[in-house]
């Protein structure tokens, strides 16, 4: 085994887990799982078969990633943030094959609490603030917080809010990596 795992952890038979991986407390990886190397899982982390996690991925205590959720490389899961898959769940009503698609882009941050409704895209290195609510595509590296949430601003690389307007043409620089960013429009990138 070329990753770690607690005693108290399940991993079923067919999970893919790449190298340097720590399974902590309670977790349970479902068979179909495929996790990319030096991943963290912390306690009570549920994930499940349909799920596609890349490299250097946290998730923090508390987190379940249900099916049809995607994490690409670099995705911060805060403790107790929460996603779903079945957009109109009832209890009495099978909606297995109604799961909607959930991507989170790489380097991407979903604070403490925050809820990521199924079937939305968060862009790269965006920063979903804590107990934040999301319920529509988020745009790479924007800042989002609130019930729904709402953009409040623009993220570095970094994790640095930078110094611009929402929407407009101008340029920043992260204070703490030197990157620079270009906004045009409603859109930003990073150009250094």
């Given at each position: 085994m070329s990753y770690f795992k607690h005693e108290s952890a399940i991993v079923d038979d067919g999970a893919n887990i790449g190298e340097g991986c720590r399974i902590w407390h309670f977790v349970h990886v479902c068979g179909g799982a495929e996790?990319?190397?030096k991943c963290s899982m912390g306690q009570n982390v549920f994930i499940g078969n349909k799920v596609k996690i890349g490299n250097n991925v946290k998730i923090q205590n508390?987190?379940?990633?249900?099916?049809?959720?995607?994490?690409?490389?670099?995705v911060f899961?805060?403790?107790?943030?929460?996603?779903?898959?079945?957009?109109?769940?009832r209890s009495?009503?099978?909606?297995?094959?109604?799961?909607?698609?959930?991507?989170?882009k790489q380097g991407a941050t979903l604070g403490a609490n925050c809820t990521v409704v199924c079937g939305v895209t968060i862009g790269k290195f965006a920063f979903v603030g804590a107990g934040a609510v999301v319920n529509k595509d988020i745009p790479d590296y924007a800042l989002v917080v609130g019930v729904?949430?709402?953009?409040i601003g623009w993220m570095s690389e970094?994790?640095?809010q930078l110094d611009l307007p929402l929407n407009g043409n101008a340029e920043a620089t992260c204070p703490h990596s030197g990157i620079r960013y270009q906004l045009n429009g409603n859109s930003l990138k990073r150009i250094s």
């Open positions: 996790i990319g190397k508390n987190v379940s990633v249900y099916d049809n959720v995607c994490l690409e490389d670099d899961c805060g403790p107790s943030m929460v996603f779903t898959n079945v957009y109109n769940p009495a009503v099978e909606r297995k094959d109604e799961y909607r698609d959930t991507l989170v729904p949430c709402k953009q970094y994790g640095e």
